[in-house]
Nanobody
Framework: VQLQASGGGLVQAGGSLRLSCAAS????????MGWFRQALGKEREFVAL????????YYTDSVKGRFTISRDNAKNTVYLQMNSLKPEDTAVYYC??????????????????WGQGTLVTVSS
């Protein structure tokens, strides 16, 4: 499975970005998908996840009400809509596929395929 993340960029505080993660080469629709981020000098952290059907979503507290994760299984793509961005959201964002279908988890160790990351920079 290959995951290709895109959509990052430079945005002012309060602005919005939409990240996309396109999957190819394997099964997508049976698995939960997650977004993680890693800021410079910090550990990778969980941001959001979505179940295989899209019926369950979960967010880390710092992005609740601002970020929305969604997926289109027909297009093998997961999205992260980010609104009201803050400078502390600056990080490289990674999409990943949960290794155990159809379970969901916030633990990075439970995700087996990762995208290459897309940089989001929020200026103050």
């Amino acid at each position: 499975v290959q995951l290709q993340a895109s959509g990052g960029g430079l945005v002012q505080a309060g602005g919005s970005l939409r990240l996309s993660c396109a999957a190819s080469g394997g099964t997508f629709s049976n698995y939960a998908m997650g977004w993680f981020r890693q800021a410079l000098g910090k550990e990778r952290e969980f941001v959001a996840l979505i179940s295989w059907s899209g019926g369950t979503t979960y967010y880390t507290d710092s992005v609740k009400g601002r970020f929305t994760i969604s997926r289109d299984n027909a297009k093998n793509t997961v999205y992260l809509q980010m609104n009201s961005l803050k400078p502390e959201d600056t990080a490289v964002y990674y999409c990943a596929r949960d290794k155990v279908a159809p379970a969901i988890t916030t633990l990075a160790s439970r995700y087996d395929y990762w995208g290459q990351g897309t940089l989001v920079t929020v200026s103050s």
